[in-house]
Every structure is written in structure tokens, then in C-alpha cells.
């Protein structure tokens, strides 16, 4: 069965350092893998996402994430963190067995200090 | 594109009242998707929709919650007889096949059973 990980249930982040928020995943085919960000108070938002082609894939905000195969990880980064970037990510796979269908992970939360 | 659309925002209830929430996807997508959010339990997916077909409730929480998507533009999920417990953040999401997965999430309906 698809699933993922996020094994940090929070980061901390000085402003102006660069942000790693990990996530691993688990597929029986090729994984179609996304990222998410919910800010306080407000519905989740589409960041990026890979289904095939590079291995480096950009999104919104200034986010990136590196596909690893051979490591089975999705980790989201960004060379420069906001304070602004304070919010909580989601890492998720695409279910393969149910169409539309996503599996999200426990998430991140992540906090920039100025 | 006016986005998903969730109405109330905000709903205060009394146990054993009957609670509807609403929600209209963005037109021209295919699935549908109702999840519930809290501190405890974190993100999950109640049920989903394709092309107004219930696919999979299994997340429904028990026989007190029910969904229906009389038509493509419009959701509902119902809770009778509400309980403290199913106070929470509750989300619509829709996306269209030929997207790969990717979900648009409405603003979410916060209930509060007393």
C-alpha cells in the first residue's frame, strides 16, 4: 500500500538560513508525490509536485523539492526561509489503487524565527 | 475561478442538533473530497466522490455521518445527531483527473458541538 512519512513533527528555521522539511515515501509503482502547506486558520495549499522528469522539482514560494529514488525521499527545501514560511507542510502520494484519491502524511510543522 | 466553496465557515451546535455542511467543488473537476482535521488525529479523508459516485467511505467516522453529491457542483456532509467529539475542521476538496492528483482545497467549516 502507498504511503509517507514525515518524520519531523516540527522544524525550527533561523530566517535567511536555507529549510529542509523531509518526507520518504512507499509505492508499488512510479510514485506521483506532492507537497502541501496549511497556514493558520486556512485550507491546504498546493506547493509542488513530481510525477516524472527531473529529479528537481519547483513550486510556489521559492519551494523545491528533490525526488531520490534510490532513497525513497521527497524532502521540500528552500535555499532562504521567511518568517513568513511558518506554517505546516504536508508531504503526500498519490494512490495508485484509487484514482484521485491522496495519502497524506502526519505533517510538519515548521517554524522561521527572525 | 472562484475556488471550492464551503459554507458556513463557522458553526456552533448543541449536542444532538443536526449539522449540514456544504460544499461546491470548482467546476469541471471530477472528484470530490471531504476530510476532517484536528489536533489529535491530524488530517483524514472521510469519503470521496468520481463523477458524483460515493467511491470509498471507509473514513466515514460512524452511521451519525452521511454524504451525498446530488450533482457536479454541489456536496453536502451531515452529521445527525452531532457529538463534542466531531468538533473539529472539516474540508472540501476537488480535483480533475488530468491533473494527477493534485487537490484544491476550500477554506474549511469549523464545528463546535457543545
Known amino acids: 500500500a502507498q504511503s509517507v512519512a514525515q518524520p519531523e513533527d516540527q522544524v525550527n528555521v533561523a530566517e535567511g538560513n536555507p529549510l529542509t522539511v523531509k518526507c520518504t515515501y512507499s509505492v508499488s509503482g512510479n510514485p506521483y508525490l506532492f507537497w502541501y502547506v496549511q497556514y493558520p486558520n486556512r485550507g491546504l495549499q498546493f506547493l509542488l509536485k513530481y510525477i516524472t522528469g527531473d529529479n528537481l522539482v519547483k513550486g510556489s514560494y521559492g519551494f523545491e523539492a528533490e525526488f531520490n529514488k534510490s532513497q525513497t525521499s521527497f524532502h521540500l527545501k528552500k535555499p532562504s526561509a521567511l518568517v513568513s514560511d511558518s506554517a505546516l507542510y504536508f508531504c503526500?502520494?498519490?494512490?495508485?489503487?484509487?484514482?484521485?484519491?491522496?495519502?497524506f502524511g502526519q505533517g510538519t510543522e515548521l517554524s522561521v524565527k527572525p | 475561478d472562484a475556488g471550492v466553496i464551503q459554507s458556513p465557515r463557522h458553526e456552533v451546535t448543541e449536542m444532538g442538533q443536526e449539522v449540514t455542511l456544504r460544499c461546491k467543488p470548482i467546476s469541471g473537476h471530477d472528484y470530490l473530497f471531504w476530510y476532517r482535521q484536528t489536533m489529535m488525529r491530524g488530517l483524514e479523508l472521510l469519503i470521496y466522490f468520481n463523477n458524483n459516485v460515493p467511491i470509498d467511505d471507509s473514513g466515514m467516522p460512524e452511521d451519525r455521518f452521511s454524504a451525498k453529491m446530488p450533482n457536479a457542483s454541489f456536496s453536502t456532509l451531515k452529521i445527525q445527531p452531532s457529538e463534542p467529539r466531531d468538533s473539529a475542521v472539516y474540508f472540501c476538496?476537488?480535483?480533475?483527473?488530468?491533473?494527477?492528483?493534485?487537490?484544491?482545497f476550500g477554506p474549511g467549516t469549523r464545528l463546535t458541538v457543545l
Open positions: 476538496a476537488s480535483s480533475r483527473r488530468t491533473l494527477a492528483g493534485e487537490q484544491f
Open positions: 503526500a502520494v498519490r494512490d495508485d489503487n484509487q484514482g484521485g484519491k491522496l495519502i
